[in-house]
């Protein structure tokens, strides 16, 4: 038998069975093997123990375990930040990473193999768009980096390559999994979007439980267009409009993520418009300094960070510094991107 093109993890339950009855295995095989693969983060069929060798021998001739490879890991297993280069099945590459940070460990994953949306401060959008990851390959970043890391990880977050909402349904099937196979609190799993309208309506529609991130970056429309132009399709009233009807509808809080850029939104009067825009909106506010990323852009000086950070003092909303992680290793949030080796 040809190896099929999709791996095991990839399979949702009704395939897996047909697959599993069609190589002779008794149906409760698949609770046994669906233990070794999430709760035991097993990387190979053969250390299933309780599973007899010949169906393992046909289960690993019939089809690959995980949809990823790791192919490199930056960073030793002492550092608190590292970075895992992944292969797909198809020869593209996607970089996920994995920070421990007190009493939390929160991995950093992809939803697609590069960008379509062009954002001018990310280095992802260098790459272009290439493809959209399976939901199996969402969950199999997890998966894996919770096995390398030997630790329980206790955040998502899809701020890794790619725009979660360009991949809506897989990402949120992806998602799903992670909540229901691998037992993670919705809570604990947060989609970040560029800023895709339609789509943050869907998930308040659809009552989606998981936290929703809206990276924002500027409020001056003509200033976003310049660094965002999917502001061109999506506007800053259309995209303000979606998120007081995310809130009204599910009454969870947004974060707004504000990529603080040197000279261009880092000004006092820039921290005075946030709080305007924002001060009808139950939201919190997350200040990224900008990770260097070899193009037009600078990370403002401490004292300008400071001075933008006390203009949003008596700010309504909660304002959190994400100072990144991993940036020696371009590993901190818009440092990912590959250069595709043909
Ligand atoms: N496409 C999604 C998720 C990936 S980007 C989104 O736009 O939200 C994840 C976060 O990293 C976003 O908030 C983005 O604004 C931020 N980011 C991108 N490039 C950055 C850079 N060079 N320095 C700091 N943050 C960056």
Redesign the pocket.
Known sequence: MSKANKSFIDLDPSEAKALLTAIGGEPFRLEQIHNWIYKNHVSNWDEMENIPRSLLNDLSEAILLHPLEIIHITGSKTESTRKFLFKTQNGHNIESVLMHEKDRTTV?IS?QVG?A?D?K????ASMGFIQNLSAGEIVDQVLQLERESGKKITNV?????????LNYNRVMDGATRLNQDLGFGARRITI????IVPKIRKMADENRQFKL?????AIDENKRKKI?PLTETHSMDDLMSAAQYYYQKTKRFITF????LEGINDSPSDGKQLIQHLSGLPCKV?V??????G?E?S?PDEQTIREFLSSLKNAPFTVTV?W?KGTDIDA?????AIKEVA
Request: net charge negative; charged share 10%.
């Open positions: 950093c939803s960008c949306v954002c401060f990310c280095a992802t977050v899809f701020m890794g390559m790619g725009e979660p909402f970040s979007t560029a800023g991130a809206i990276s924002l970056n965002m993520e504000f990529v603080l997350n990224i300094p900008y990770n260097e990323i193009g852009f990370r994400r990144s901190g949030c818009g440092q990912l």
